[in-house]
């Protein structure tokens, strides 16, 4: 779907508007697909959006191949936890 359903719905919503960039908002599928589309192609989306807010992310970093973002998915529960402790929301 990142491969064509995304790009098809941004150059769609652009032609109808007028505006050269528009805002994304995905909720739980379409946040792993925008995740994958500006990954594949950040040059094409750099021209046509100017902003992506992901709602409810479905992402997960256990499998993931970068050893900092291995680290800051290992290190998410100790810090949750010591803001906890302190009482900090």
């Given at each position: 779907?990142?491969?064509h359903d995304a790009?098809?719905?941004i150059d769609f919503v652009r032609q109808q508007t007028g505006n050269?960039?528009?805002t994304y908002i995905?909720?739980?599928q379409g946040t792993s697909q925008m995740f994958y589309a500006l990954s594949d192609k950040p040059d094409f989306w750099q021209e046509?959006?100017?902003l992506f807010i992901a709602l409810a992310p479905v992402t997960?970093?256990?499998n993931c191949s970068s050893d900092l973002?291995?680290?800051i998915a290992k290190t998410i529960p100790v810090l949750k936890y010591a803001i906890n402790v302190?009482?900090?929301w």
């Amino acid at each position: 779907m990142g491969d064509h359903d995304a790009p098809s719905q941004i150059d769609f919503v652009r032609q109808q508007t007028g505006n050269d960039k528009v805002t994304y908002i995905g909720h739980s599928q379409g946040t792993s697909q925008m995740f994958y589309a500006l990954s594949d192609k950040p040059d094409f989306w750099q021209e046509r959006v100017n902003l992506f807010i992901a709602l409810a992310p479905v992402t997960n970093l256990a499998n993931c191949s970068s050893d900092l973002l291995v680290l800051i998915a290992k290190t998410i529960p100790v810090l949750k936890y010591a803001i906890n402790v302190l009482g900090k929301w």
